[in-house]
């Protein structure tokens, strides 16, 4: 499987700052000698030579993830911001077929559907999952003229609405595919992705709750022995406190490592961190390997600095499993593969 990250924001799509784009230049300025600016080829040699983390962005759009099966199978997890890219750019399936999941219908997850060029193609063909009797109408509902110019029946006409439901597993290409409800006001669910003895889950928008630590039919099916585990974890466990009465409660990173434990991932605290992306000259890696074969991946990690704190705007990374013994990572472009 290959998965890749085109939006990880909650709530809101976030812009780079003037205040990031200078911390940048300040950056940058610090790297260069006499020798890197004497010709226009040292010159060029040096910006090519940039890390990641000081030449591009990370961050910004709102949630969306892409996975591809090894056979080609193209699925699309929510649409936010993030899938506006997703369409734009060349990595698409060449048979124009794609599965979108919809964890819930908050806007932050469906914001970005009408921007998705593929959906405007006569050709393509789209299934859509999700575990609500009313996806159709919700998504129909955002693009009313009230509040957006081209109606939803704008779309391919080849568009196939499918409601999924817990404790089944279903294929769909050469994945298998389950579900479970997971706390948040309104639901979401988390989905969980099979093929040639992997599972990848994702599970965003999660508050974590006592039951989550059940062991119950639907809840094994997603995230027993996953191998990697995308999921949601904005707070620090001291914020998270304070939200106790907040309707909206992100779990924090430890929580999510006693998840990730129960669940069968083998969780190595000293090799786990809350890293965030940051502008020192050694920043810290994005994606934090919790064993060989088993990884948490933080959205919120890759979220890092808006407003001094977190996010900034998309990117991608790769990941490879057969440059994971020892169990480190990390690289800084957002393609993952299993």
Not at 40 to 62: H, K, M, Y
Request: aromatic content about 10%; charged content about 20%.
């Amino acid at each position: 499987m290959k998965v890749h990250f085109w939006g990880v924001r909650g709530s809101i799509s976030t812009p780079i700052t003037p205040q990031q784009i200078q911390a940048k230049i300040i950056a940058i300025i610090q790297r260069i000698t006499e020798k890197d600016i004497v010709t226009p080829e040292a010159r060029e040699r040096f910006i090519s030579n940039l890390p990641d983390w000081q030449f591009g962005t990370v961050g910004g759009n709102t949630p969306c993830v892409s996975l591809r099966s090894s056979e080609g199978t193209e699925v699309v997890l929510d649409a936010g911001t993030g899938i506006r890219c997703y369409g734009k750019s060349i990595d698409t399936p060449k048979n124009k077929e794609y599965n979108l999941f919809f964890s819930h219908f908050h806007w932050d997850h469906i914001q970005g559907l009408p921007f998705f060029d593929k959906a405007y193609d006569p050709e393509s063909t789209i299934n859509i999952y999700s575990a609500f009797e009313n996806a159709k109408e919700y998504l129909e509902n955002q693009m009313q003229f009230t509040y957006f110019p081209v109606p939803f029946d704008s779309f391919t006409k080849k568009i196939t609405f499918h409601k999924l439901e817990e404790g089944l597993e279903y294929k769909i290409g050469n994945l298998l595919v389950s579900i479970c409800k997971m706390a948040h006001p309104g639901s979401s669910y988390s989905f969980a992705f099979k093929e040639n003895g992997k599972k990848v889950v994702y599970a965003t928008d999660v508050e974590l709750k006592q039951e989550d630590y059940n062991d119950s039919e639907s809840h094994n099916l997603v995230f027993k022995d996953a191998d990697y585990l995308i999921i949601d974890s904005q707070y620090t466990v001291d914020e998270a406190n304070l939200k106790v009465n907040s309707p909206l409660r992100p779990s924090s990173f430890r929580s999510l490592k006693d998840l990730a434990t129960h669940s069968g991932l083998a969780v190595e605290p000293e090799k786990t961190s809350e890293a965030v992306l940051s502008t020192s000259k050694n920043p810290p890696p994005l994606l934090v390997p919790v064993s060989s074969f088993s990884h948490l991946i933080s959205l919120a990690t890759l979220n890092s600095v808006c407003s001094g704190r977190r996010t900034t705007d998309s990117f991608t990374a790769v990941l490879s499993l057969s440059k994971l013994m020892p169990p480190k990572l990390i690289l800084l472009q957002f393609v993952l593969f299993l």
